[in-house]
């Protein structure tokens, strides 16, 4: 039988920006003052924003600015920024452009002025246009990320060998489809999953330069265009759609929608055979798509991305072929099912690094004796337990509720508030249970006040379990959950998973 096509289109997600103003600053509201400033240096929960349109064309869109508390900036009649609830149907409305140089203005409805700092303080003063109402979009996604190109339906992928990036990667179930978006001065780098930049010259490189910052154009519903600033655009190109600088692209070949990197998982048995999709070998519903614990290795078939839906606290289990694992007759899994249907949620439960799926019916997913995935169990055991391993991801960036994971020349500690991640290089143990690596080769190790440093002789055992499609949590080696503290340290003190143990990876 052929493999059903990816027909599922991405969705863009939610469009979440920081505003950088002219003097570097990004816009942030003040939560116990109920003041909009510009004051910030780096892009927190408070200087993040929803892009809300209501009127959307060409080079322009009429849209209201939302806070992660829900509240909104509102310009008065004074010219003076708060933020809250809207009081009119206008109020709080701004007319966006986009520029070509990527920056945007934001003009008030109701006034007509423009929204400006003047590098601490925000207002809406002047009717005339000039530099001062410039501000840099900058999403505020994680900077793991995936380009899809909506024009020609496929993903950019990294070709280590050859040095390139292709947009042919109908699904992005490879690692080679990930990439790190860095911002630096205004600019931003493409960082491929080994670790090589993408240049002005069409090939990858080993160290970011001048020849690898590109300027961004943002446009809400997540769509970007990435440019050299010198009026070459980055868009496929030729017949095998290699991703390079042109003068010229068509229809719209220039965007992408970004999106956070996807996970995908292999799961494995008790008896270390991955469960993999077989055709052919289970009649179910007029497909032959049984799930069997059989294979050895890693193939396309045994991998799964991993979707979870936080208000249910149900898990999907998506195949590279674009349908979801289902329970249907008889307690039997198969892989033929469509994205709403409430045979495809599963609950999942954690033992130590191993995941346990309970099927919609009550019982536990288990392997019979001929490898069949079946929901037969009441009760959980070793059968029920799989080994879990993050398929596409060679390594973790970890942002918490204080900022990214890394480490910083004024300490000698982890730290938990960067602006910039540092790379933590996963090196697979046991199911479930990975050594830390620093960029440097060296290991992570931890004190006895549970703080940790990079530099590591011996590899020690952090413990991942999954607690949404791109959530985690990690159990460090001295037993505790792995936490964000306030001061900016990164702590393993925590016996209990709190908000500040989950990390976005």
């Known amino acids: 039988m052929d493999d059903m096509e990816w027909t599922q289109s991405p969705k863009p997600e939610e469009l979440r920006v920081g505003l950088i103003s002219w003097a570097g600053s990004y816009l942030t509201y003040e939560t116990y003052k109920n003041i909009v400033t510009a004051t910030a240096k780096g892009l927190g929960r408070r200087q993040t924003w929803e892009i809300l349109v209501s009127n959307e064309h060409d080079t322009q869109a009429v849209v209201r600015l939302r806070s992660l508390q829900g509240l909104y900036l509102l310009c008065e009649a004074d010219g003076s920024l708060c933020y809250g609830r809207p009081r009119t149907s206008h109020h709080g409305c701004f007319l966006l452009r986009f520029h070509r140089n990527g920056k945007w203005t934001l003009q008030c409805i109701i006034s007509g ?269 070793p059968n029920e337990e799989f080994g879990i391993r993050l398929a596409n991801r060679p390594f973790l960036v970890l942002r918490g509720r204080y900022g990214y994971v890394g480490t910083s020349s004024e300490h000698d500690l982890m730290k938990c508030n960067m602006d910039q991640p540092d790379c933590i290089h996963l090196l697979p143990c046991h199911q479930g249970i990975y050594h830390f690596q620093a960029q440097g080769g060296s290991f992570w190790s931890i004190t006895s006040f549970g703080t940790f440093r990079p530099w590591g002789k011996f590899a020690l055992n952090f413990c991942i379990e999954l607690h949404g499609s791109n959530l985690l949590t990690v159990l460090a080696p001295n037993g505790f959950y792995m936490r964000s503290d306030r001061s900016g340290t990164l702590l393993a003190d925590s016996e209990e998973i709190t908000k500040e143990c989950i990390w976005e990876f």
């Open 113 to 381: 002025r423009y929204l400006e700092s003047d590098g601490e303080d925000v207002f809406c003063n002047s009717r005339v246009l000039s530099a001062y109402h410039m501000w840099t979009p900058r999403p505020a996604l994680h900077v793991h990320v995936i380009l899809y190109s909506p024009i020609n339906h496929c993903y950019a992928r990294a070709d280590p060998t050859t040095g390139r990036v292709w947009v042919d990667a109908p699904v992005p179930c490879l690692e080679e489809c990930g990439f790190l978006l860095h911002f630096q001065d205004g600019c931003y780098h493409l960082e491929t999953s080994t670790h090589f930049f993408l240049s002005h010259l069409d090939r990858l490189v080993p160290q970011p330069s001048s020849q690898t910052a590109f300027h961004m154009q943002v446009r809400p519903g997540g769509l970007v265009a990435l440019s050299d600033g010198e009026g070459g655009m980055l868009y496929p190109q030729g017949t095998r759609l290699l991703l390079g600088l042109g003068s010229n692209p068509h229809r719209g070949e220039e965007w992408f929608i970004l999106q956070r990197c996807p996970t995908w998982v292999s799961l494995r048995s008790k008896t270390r055979k991955f469960l993999s999709i077989i055709y052919g070998k289970c009649w179910v519903e007029h497909s032959y798509v049984g799930v069997y614990a059989v294979s050895e290795r890693i193939t396309p078939m045994s991998l799964f991305q991993f979707e979870y839906d936080n208000e249910s606290l149900t898990l999907q289990l998506r195949t590279a072929n674009g349908c979801y694992l289902a329970q249907r007759h008889h307690r039997t899994v198969v892989a033929n099912g469509h994205p709403m249907e409430s045979d495809t949620f599963f609950r999942m439960h954690w033992n130590c690094g191993r995941i346990i799926l309970q099927s919609p019916n009550g019982r536990f997913l288990g392997i019979i004796d001929n490898g069949l995935l079946m929901a037969n169990a009441t009760i959980p055991g």
